[in-house]
């Protein structure tokens, strides 16, 4: 029986790394509050400094989360800087400090993002398809780059670009549930554009099918096999919360609220898991209606809890 594998997971405090520290627990974090954690943390700011050479030894896998927020308001200048910075030079200086150790690990698991592709109205898109413009696909490009820096030193590199996360705590859902309770709920736009989304729990196994075959290297895809449109993701929400959802909320007033980052709101993305599939990846929700289901009952749970 060999010794047991050492992981070392950044972004530990959101949904996905709060999911894969509940199946490994034993995993060492490196966080920029360690403890808020109550887990076996260090301290690492990621945009101004290398990770301390204690928290790397002995590590044979590395997930990387860490990141600032995307959706979370307007984008100023200097939001968006952070955004930047936050993604590129902190994998940068995590690939920097991989590359230092005497036995590099494995294999390093980077997030990426959808926002890869751009908008692309209804073409399908999978891991071969090309990036996007605008400022997230620039972004995802400039984040992957320094993650595959790690392969010149013999790590397996996997770019995961995850879709919009349904989560049963935080994330972009909860901010979406409060207006349909109330009933104002509805479609962004025409509702025409097609939502990349996945549960958190396929996430997390993605992750964890990731780490262990070999077979996954590159570009993973991180979303249901089953894209839905705008359209289809407000009535499905509808259903679920037991609510109408007829107040469409139109493009310009999106924009008038949230500026440049509407784009991400608006932006159609029907991607397609492929490589998730040809790796013989099972998810655990393939359907949008089980999903939000599963979502909405556990929030739902806590609220009368």
């Known amino acids: 029986m ?76 200097g939001r968006k800087q952070r ?40 073409e399908t898109l999978d891991e071969s398809s090309s990036p996007g413009r605008g400022f997230l696909p620039e972004i995802c490009v400039q984040w992957e780059r320094e993650a595959l820096r790690a392969r010149s030193f013999g790590v397996r590199v996997v770019c995961v670009r995850i879709g919009i996360v349904l989560s049963r705590e935080g994330g972009a859902l909860s901010r ?29 196994g993605l992750i964890g099918h990731a ?13 249901s096999p089953n894209p839905v449109t705008n359209r289809k993701f407000t009535e499905t929400l509808a259903d679920a919360v037991n609510r109408p959802a007829v107040i469409p909320v139109p493009e310009t007033v999106l924009r008038l609220a949230f500026g440049e980052m509407a784009s991400v709101l608006m932006a159609s993305q ?5 490589e998730a599939e040809r790796t013989g990846y099972r998810f655990q929700f393939e359907r949008i209606e089980t999903a939000l ?13």
């Open 83 to 122: 955004i930047r910075d936050s993604r590129v030079l902190g994998t940068r200086n995590l690939v920097s400090a991989l590359a230092s150790m005497k036995r590099p690990p494995g294999v390093l698991v980077c997030a990426s993002a959808v926002g890869y592709y751009g908008s692309r109205e209804n």
């Open 176 to 204: 979406m549930l409060t207006p349909f309770r109330m009933g104002v709920g509805g479609r962004l736009g025409d509702g025409h554009q097609w939502m990349s989304w996945v549960h958190v729990d396929d996430v997390v």
């Open 2 to 77: 060999g010794k047991p594998t050492k992981l070392l997971l950044t972004g530990a405090s959101g949904p996905i790394g709060r999911g894969l520290l509940a199946s490994r627990p034993d995993a060492v974090v490196l966080s920029r509050n360690p403890r808020n954690l109550g887990h076996k943390a260090y301290a690492w700011d990621p945009v101004s400094q290398l990770p301390p050479a204690e928290a790397m030894e002995g590590v044979d896998q590395v997930v990387h989360l860490a990141g600032e927020p995307v959706a979370d308001g307007r984008w100023t200048d």
């Open 293 to 305: 289901r599963d979502v909405v009952d556990a929030q739902n749970g806590r609220k009368a809890a």
């Open 211 to 223: 780490l262990e075959n070999a077979s996954v290297d590159g570009a993973l895809n991180a979303v």
């Open 270 to 274: 029907k991607v397609l898991p492929f």
